[in-house]
């Protein structure tokens, strides 16, 4: 007789705090054993690179860590969902699996769909609780924003991980479900990036209510200064190193205390931002796909793999696009405004399409998409709704890294450039090149697009399209479908964030 047992499913919420499906998992009677699947459908997909599955296993390292004091193991294969679950079902009896909804991109989202069938036909039970305040099949947003309150202030669901009663596998049987080993680059430890798991989750978040909340709002644009100014909360959130919850009763504790409360303020709002744009995601989906408002399909790009490449290396002769995406590639972060500014520049100055900008995807080690993509339309114009900003680089470039820090970090055959030519050394001349030791051209390339001409040329078009019928009847659309009807008839101005969570 096979032998029951009930199963957590790990997936976008690698931690033991506050963890419903696990506290409610925990209290049932039955063994229960742990789980997360590297898929590799999952792996080889466009928006994916190594840096979010070095993240991911480094959490479930530190998770085992926690858990050895138990002798609890979580496991983790390389296979298919599909797969892992048929292998689990011919060699125990599984009565529930328990997990967070996961609000992922389409290929996650169809994968559930099969295992929802799956289970079913299987008579598994299958119980998918809440993640960080996104409602399932809403109707309506007019009183979203009171359920998301509702659940930040719950009480959190807690367990202890030095007493867990997990199931152990038989090794016959583990060697079934382990699938191939991680490639190396995986399991190996880049400085260049934040580690994962839980424990470095608390770590950002506490040193930034102590101390480093203090410049939030006066850093947050700032490429450089943002890096520590800001909370850098990000990826475990986008991991569920740590809750939502977590981070929103933890910094309400700290309010009263703070001596810029308006810091705070602003990045509580942040918090709401970061679900609001989920939600949105969770609504309709097409984001990911589509331009969310139909009346842009007509609105077409030919693409220039010459400008996407050089775009991508950090080679277009505007330094401070340029510098982010070396940052961004190297590092995993830049801060919103630079993350609106490379989208901006992309999608307006060389006139691409936002469907091609899976790279920034992969080099986001906090992509979430259900931020990604709601943002990425919001910043290409094509949502009907929100106002078109389309960035300049060299003021943005000389507002916010006046003294080139940045750029000079970033783009290192610009180090002796003169500061009055650092934000535009195509302008210097012949002699100040050769002093310089920056060759326009050699060392570091010309614009390859007027910056203002190409602005210019794109706001006219975007906002003349703008002003069409069809455009105007899809924007009511959208409004209907996220936001909240009584700030509608308000008239409330609609706030714009690329990232809406630092």
């Known amino acids: 007789m096979k032998s029951e047992i009930n199963l957590v499913w790990f997936k976008r919420d690698l931690r033991f705090t506050d963890h419903e499906p696990l506290w409610v998992a925990q209290n049932s009677e039955l063994p229960l054993l742990l789980i997360y699947i590297f898929e590799p459908s999952v792996m080889d997909h466009h928006d994916s690179d190594v840096r979010h599955w070095r993240f991911i ?80 099949a809403s109707k309506s947003r007019e009183v979203w924003g009171k359920l998301w309150e509702r659940q930040m202030r719950a009480q959190p669901k807690m367990v202890d991980a030095a007493n867990f009663k997990t199931f152990k596998l038989e090794d016959s049987v583990f060697k079934l479900l382990k699938g191939s080993e991680l490639h190396t680059e995986i399991t190996t430890r880049n400085e260049n990036f934040q580690q994962g798991g839980e424990y470095w989750a608390w770590r950002y978040l506490d040193t930034f209510l102590k101390s480093r909340y203090q410049n939030y709002s006066k850093y947050i644009s700032k490429p450089a200064l943002s890096r520590k100014g800001c909370s850098r909360l990000s990826p475990y959130l986008t991991y569920g190193n740590i809750s939502m919850r977590m981070v929103y009763q933890y910094t309400l504790q700290h309010y009263e205390q703070a001596s810029n409360k308006r810091a705070l303020q602003n990045f509580i ?78 999608v307006f100055n060389l006139w691409q399409d936002w469907r091609d900008l899976h790279f920034l995807a992969r080099q986001f080690l906090d992509y979430e998409p259900g931020i990604h993509y709601p943002q990425l339309q919001m ?40 500061l009055e030519f650092l934000h535009e050394p195509h302008k210097m001349d012949l002699h100040l090149q050769e002093i310089s030791a920056c060759t326009i051209g050699v060392d570091y390339p010309a614009p390859i697009v007027d910056a203002e001409e190409t602005r210019k040329k794109a706001s006219d078009l975007v906002w003349s399209y703008r002003k069409e019928k069809e455009v105007k009847t899809e924007g009511q659309r959208i409004l209907a479908r996220h936001v909240n009807p009584r700030k509608t008839k308000k008239k409330q101005k609609i706030v714009i964030r690329f990232a809406c969570f630092e």
């Open 57 to 136: 296993y480094e959490s479930l390292m530190e998770m085992n860590g926690r858990l050895h004091n138990s002798a609890g193991r979580l496991y983790f294969f390389h296979k298919e969902a599909e797969e892992v679950f048929k292998i689990l079902a011919d060699h125990f009896s599984i009565r529930t699996v328990f997990s967070h909804q996961e609000t992922g991109n389409g290929l996650t989202f169809e994968r559930d769909k099969k295992m929802k069938k799956f289970f079913a036909e299987n008579g598994i039970g299958w119980n998918e609780y809440q993640s960080n305040g996104i409602i399932r």
């Open 269 to 346: 709002s942040r918090l709401h931002w970061h679900c609001h744009f989920i939600q949105k995601f969770e609504d309709e989906c097409r984001y990911e796909f589509e331009n969310i408002n139909r009346a842009y399909d007509k609105l077409v790009k030919d693409k220039n793999e010459d400008f996407i490449a050089a775009w991508q290396k950090g080679q277009t002769g505007i330094p401070i696009v340029d510098g982010c995406m070396r940052c961004v590639t190297e590092t995993g972060y830049i801060n919103f405004r630079m993350r609106a500014l490379v989208v901006s520049f992309f």
């Open 379 to 418: 910043q290409s114009g094509t949502t009907g709704i929100n106002t078109i900003r389309i960035y300049n680089p060299i003021k943005n470039s000389m507002d916010h890294d006046p003294e080139g820090e940045f750029i000079k970090r970033w783009i290192p055959e610009l180090k002796n450039v003169p």
